[in-house]
Structure formats: C-alpha cells, structure tokens
C-alpha cells in the first residue's frame, strides 16, 4: 500500500507526458488519409486516386513496391494504383496505403524495448499475415479487417518506448519479480502500450472495433460481443513472439489463453501445429502461410 501512495503522484505526472505524447504524436500522411478515406466509398473514383498519389511520389513507389512484393502475393507487375486495385480490390490497396504510410514510424529502432531497427516492423508484418492465415484458417468473415489491427497492434511501443527508458529500473524490477511487461507498464507508467496504441488510432479516427482489438490485445478476456479480430491478434501475437521472441521486453512467453482458444474453436493441439507452420513459414519467409 505505502508503495502505491509513495509512486502514485509519479505515476500521475509520467502518464501526462506520456498523454500529451500520445497528442503530439504525428498523424497519418495526409495524402494516406485521404486515400484511405476514398478507398472506403462505394463507388470509388480511381482517376482521384491517381491524382493523389501523382502528387505524392515517394507514396506511389512505397505503394506500388508493396503491391508487388511477395506478402501481397501478386504474381504479375503491377505498373499502377489502377491495375492494383483491378487485382486485389479496394480493401486490399487500402491496406497496401496504410503499410505504406506506417513503414517510416514503425521501422526504427525503439528504445526502452531494446528493438533495434526493423525488429517491431518485422514482428508487425508476421503478425499480420499470421492473422490472416488464422482468420482463414477458422473460416472468420471476410468482413472482418484482422490485418490492420495485426499491423498496428504494438504501435504505442513507439511513443512509451523512451518513458520505459527513464524508469528502467523499476520496470525491471516489476518484470524480475514475474509479472508481464504490459503490467509493468501500467504499475509504473500509468497506462500501457496496447492503450496508448489504441488511443492514437482514436485520434487517427480508425473504427472502433479496430482501436478496441489494438486495446485488448494482451486482454482479449475483456472483449464483449466479440467479432473474434482481438481474439486473433492476440494469438497472433502471441505465435510470433513464441516463435522467435526478437522483443526482449515485449511478451515473454505466453500460453495462448484458453478463452481466446474455445472462441475460436480451436484444440491445443490445432495451435501447436500452426505454431509448427508459423515456425516453418518463417524460415522460409518466400512461401505463402496456409493453415489447412
Ligand atoms: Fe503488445
Ligand atoms: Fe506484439
């Protein structure tokens, strides 16, 4: 209890520069948001799409390199947003501008995590195509967006990355005594990566069932009326940290929870095999990843 009075008005005064923060933190490209935006009418004007991207180079190549490469899947060139968009419909190109548009924020090195340069990038497109593999793999919607919340679910690390690095000690000492770095965050700093990331999507006005995936992804016990998106980014997550955990002070190794297994109908032993294929897909990063 004295420790709780004694770090309480610290904590109060570290989670309000962590908030303005979280205000200062840069928005979205604005070409991206716009494109993002157009991307969502029903029927979308490609020649607009065109223009915006004509304006923004840098975009158009980070774009259309995304498109052809071998995440996305396309076999042919594709020369255009047109062509993109023929080939992999509105939804997937949105996606394509977002991975764009977010590579620069979540590519460098983070501190405080001890993420060097790449690392929470890489975690973030495996556990993507992670997701998808299991959304596929349970035969979820397809209206359900898995990725996006896959891609950004750690995003807060970014902003709490340098609070983490100021009080090191404690945090460390709260992990050393067994408990999860996400709760370490929140005894120290107030609040933790997953709410911090789920803030600026709200801020960046991404639909709600996206901000709450990104918010519950070490809780998704918490989820109410759940369309099953945080359930698989958190096993996701889970998969890829399991597998080759590049994130020291990011999630030790977790079980997957048992709640988050019978929503999705799946065994123990259905997890430990996909395990096995996540494993075998990322040492051979070219093929596709297929549960079957
Ligand atoms: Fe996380
Ligand atoms: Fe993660």
């Known amino acids: ?60 190549v980070n774009v259309l390199k995304l498109a052809n490469s071998s995440y996305f899947g396309i076999p042919s060139k594709i020369g255009s947003a047109k062509h993109a968009i023929a080939l992999l419909g509105t939804r997937r190109f949105s996606q394509i501008v977002l991975t764009a548009c977010m590579n620069k924020s979540m590519d460098q090195a983070v501190e405080g995590y001890e993420l060097p340069s790449g690392d929470l990038w890489h975690h973030s497109i495996v556990t993507s195509k992670t997701a998808e593999a299991l959304a596929k793999f349970i035969k979820l919607d397809d209206a359900v967006d898995v990725f996006t919340p896959a891609l950004l679910h750690d995003m807060g690390k970014v902003v709490l990355g340098s609070f983490i690095s100021e009080e090191i000690q404690a ?13 370490a965050e929140n005894m120290i700093l107030g609040t933790d990566h997953a709410e911090i990331g789920s803030q600026i999507l709200a801020n960046w006005f991404f639909p709600a069932d996206i901000v709450n995936a990104v918010r519950l992804h070490h809780n998704p016990e918490r989820v109410k009326n759940s369309n099953l998106q945080t359930e698989i980014v958190h096993l996701s997550d889970i998969l890829s940290h399991s597998i080759k955990d590049n994130d020291p002070r990011g999630a030790q190794f977790q079980a997957p929870s048992p709640i988050v297994l019978k929503r999705l109908g799946m065994s123990l032993e259905q997890y430990e095999l996909i395990r096995d294929k996540v494993a075998l897909w990322m040492n051979e990063s070219s093929s596709s990843l297929q549960f079957e």
Request: aromatic share 2%; net charge negative; proline share 7%.
């Open 1 to 60: 209890m004295e420790f709780v009075e004694e770090t309480k008005p610290k904590t109060d005064k570290i989670l309000g520069k962590i908030l303005l923060s979280v205000s200062s933190f840069p928005s979205m490209p604005k070409a991206g948001v716009k494109l993002m935006t157009l991307l969502e009418e029903k029927d979308v004007s490609l020649d607009k799409i065109e223009k915006i991207l004509n304006r923004d180079p840098g975009l158009t």
């Open 171 to 183: 945090i460390e000492e709260v992990v050393r005594g067994g408990l999860p770095m996400v709760l």
